[in-house]
């Protein structure tokens, strides 16, 4: 099993920006990438950003993609998100994820196994 626990969530003014991060433990060298996912109330789950562990290649979603940032730390398996010029539309719980060597690509949130319990990232206008 593999767990994951995020930090840094928290209220960050728009235009502003923060820092999540999320960490591994248990058999955490078996997962293949690890990613963010995240969530308001009465919306479905929202892919936001996945980077391999091992190669570092990363993906974003239209919506982040040139403001958000995802890396990597490989020997201690953690994935950070650094997110720059913070929209109000960007406030959600925000989930870490995880995936196994044997699971399929995708960004819907069954093609993940893992999850963290989320933290909140409120952006105030």
Do not use: H
Not at 49 to 56: F, L, N, P, R, W
Not at 79 to 100: G, I, K, Q
């Amino acid at each position: 099993q593999v767990q994951l626990v995020e930090s840094g969530g928290g209220l960050v003014q728009a235009g502003g920006s923060l820092t999540v991060s999320c960490a591994a433990s248990g058999r955490k060298f078996n997962l293949k990438t690890m990613g963010w996912f995240r969530q308001v109330p009465g919306k479905e789950r929202e892919f936001v950003a996945d980077i391999y562990v091992k190669e570092g290649t990363s993906y974003y979603a239209d919506a982040v993609k040139g403001r958000f940032i995802i890396s990597r730390d490989n020997a201690k398996i953690t994935v950070d998100l650094r997110m720059n010029s913070l929209e109000p539309e960007d406030t959600a719980v925000y989930y870490c994820a995880a995936r196994r060597p044997t699971t399929g690509w995708g960004t819907r949130p069954i093609n993940y196994d893992y999850w963290g319990r989320g933290t909140q990232v409120t952006v105030s206008s």
